[in-house]
């Protein structure tokens, strides 16, 4: 599957773009070891759209061929984590790790993704390890380092509780945006109250070791590491944050990555992130909406994933499905971006778009540094999610891989896309994604 896993997707924080010079012409620079699609009747067209990330295809395919290894993957994409395991289990000792190492591989990501999701992260870490025995070999050195942090991560996690959510009703509580334009909500962690960050692309929920110890929380002992945004590791603790509340609603056991303050530090702007509230704590909701001034919470939704469905995940990311130019692709949803960008791929797939865009270099900073990268600029890219029409105004796509959680999909899209839309809903368990909001109830 060529997946790059990591134990925190948000690029450790938050992008804050600069523009600089003009970077001369050129064109864009297709991604590596890209296999070529073959024809939709050849027996290895739903592999490769597994492997391409094609999964509105993959969904139509598997509704007319369902068989276990590639209904289980999708059940994994829908956030259907125990009924992927009931599938896939069974095939642990079927596959043969040899002639069958794309789908062995994929098996054991997806199951680990499955037990991660499900709050089993020794049998996550387990099922890794044995990834790692079965097919390190054939991974790259930047793809093992990732994998061996993941495996840290989740060993460090291994004897933590599960988490639970407690959800009595519906409910809203206030937003706000910080100085850099990001979303804010209160938690209330015991006696202490305090604004953190809503990041639907923050894996696990994340704070710096100065609010560890204001909160009172015990740090692992041992540590692990995580990517920052300029690719070097940046080492971390796990805490457990026993109870944590937004609003009425009460989230238990909710296993949180710390980082030094140092990490979580945008020198650029200059801001200092403190908390980050991720994506299982947001998943436990069941269905939210975010408004301008509101987050919503509607728990206990009636509906269910169906091939229709315009919302996917990638390991913990939101991915939604969005067409443009009646072409529908997959683009990863932060909404920890106060603004879109575009990868690559979005580059080779829309050359017309790119025809007029001048390049040049813009400085991406965030927590672990800042880097500078070759992009174009597209001053209108309309989109449609979910039935609704939106336009990017001014969205930087980049001209070659920049080794973001995005870079497979065709873009990181962020806050901006709510635009006169006003915000958005994401129901978790429908796998629905659409703009603009319910009333407040």
Known sequence: MNN??????????????APLASSGQGACTAPAHDPPEPPPTAPGWPDWLLHERRYPELAQWVADHPTPFLSGVLANRQNQNVASIRLLEPLLGRLDPTADSARVRALLETLADDYTKTYRYGAAADALRRLER??????????????????????????????????PRAFAVPVRRDSIGLLETPIRVGSDSAWWIVDTGANFTTITESTARRLG?????????????TGTYVPLHVAIIPELRLGPARIQNVATLVLADSALDIPQVPFQISAILGYPVLEALDR????????????????TPTPHSNLFLEQLSPILAVSIDGSVRLYHFDSGADHSSLSVRFCLAYPHRMAAAAPHTIEIGGAGGAKKFSVFELTRVPMTIGGTTTTLDSVSVFRQETDPVFDPFLGNLGQDIAGPSGGFTIDFRAMTFRLGVDPAR
């Open 4 to 17: 790059r896993s990591r134990a925190a997707a948000l690029v450790l924080g938050c992008a804050v773009f």
């Open 288 to 303: 939210i909406a975010i408004a301008p001034d509101s987050l919503r919470v509607r728990p206990h939704p009636t509906g």
């Open 217 to 229: 929380l015990h740090l692992s002992r041992d540590t692990g590491r995580t990517k920052g945004i």
């Open 134 to 167: 079965q097919n390190g070999a054939a991974m790259s050195a930047a793809e093992l380092e990732d994998l061996r942090g993941d495996i840290q991560v989740r060993d460090l996690l291994r004897t933590a509780p599960p988490q639970r959510a407690l959800v």
